[in-house]
């Protein structure tokens, strides 16, 4: 069984970078055709999808957010870690982990739970 | 950046009901790389719909995709209690991969 849980705090202040994990189970990110992903939500919005990461440790983000974003995998521990620096309250959001479909093709299939991050000093 | 615009922004519909969803891209999506979301509140998305027109796993079959290019719709006939929620399209043929802004679907 494939799962996923996105662990990080719940609040950070302005200017300060936040870190998120998600650890996996049920598949390798050594794999072939494996990847993983990042997707926020405001309070009340769409989703928002921010980065990936590839079993042969290809990176993308997304475009409005490529200078602030990290993303990095630790694979002996089956983890996956995001990295958002100099946080606004717009980063006000929950944050997900998911797994695009195991091809390669970027339709998620297995999702985290979420993390609910606010931003506020 | 493909900017995907969904319609209605709201659907009141009975069990027993078909609905229409649609979602228009501000470009051509490459091979129709178009995905569909279902969103119940307090949880995580769950993959309905990949390549436009493929089930996931574990997918009724009254959930269906289609269309192509600039034009996709998701049909979901005969209406379930179950089946409200927000669904959202998703595109992945380019990068950014990019989500719609999601058809609210209420069950009357």
């Known amino acids: 069984q494939v799962t996923l849980r996105e662990s990080g705090p719940a609040l950070v202040k302005p200017t300060q970078t936040l870190t998120l994990t998600c650890t996996f189970s049920?598949?390798?990110?050594?794999?072939?055709?494996?990847?993983v992903n990042w997707i926020r939500q405001p309070p009340g919005k769409a989703l928002e999808w921010l980065a990936r990461?590839?079993?042969?440790?290809?990176?993308y983000y997304t475009t409005s957010l490529k200078t602030r974003l990290t993303i990095f995998q630790d694979t002996s521990k089956n983890q996956v870690v995001l990295t958002l620096s100099n946080v606004d309250p717009v980063d006000t959001a929950t944050y997900y982990c998911?797994?695009?479909?195991?091809?390669?093709?970027?339709?998620?299939?297995?999702w985290g739970q979420g993390t609910t991050v606010t931003v506020s000093s | 950046e493909i900017l995907l615009t969904q319609s209605p922004g709201t659907l009141s519909l009975s069990p027993g009901e078909r609905a229409t969803l649609s979602c228009w891209a501000s470009?051509?999506?490459?091979?129709?790389?178009i995905a569909w979301y279902q969103q119940k509140p307090g949880q995580a998305p769950r993959l309905l719909i990949y390549?436009?027109?493929s089930r996931a796993i574990g997918i009724p079959l009254r959930f269906s995709g289609s269309g192509s290019g600039t034009d996709f719709t998701l049909t979901i006939t005969r209406l379930e209690p179950d089946d409200f929620g927000v669904y959202y399209c998703q595109q992945y043929g380019k990068s950014p991969r990019t989500f719609g802004q999601g058809t609210k679907v209420d069950i009357k």
């Open positions: 470009q051509s999506v490459n091979n129709n790389y």
């Open positions: 998911a797994r695009s479909l195991p091809s390669g093709y970027d339709a998620f299939d297995v």
């Open positions: 990461i590839d079993w042969d440790d290809d990176k």
């Open positions: 049920g598949f390798s990110l050594s794999n072939a055709g494996m990847c």
């Open positions: 390549h436009a027109s």
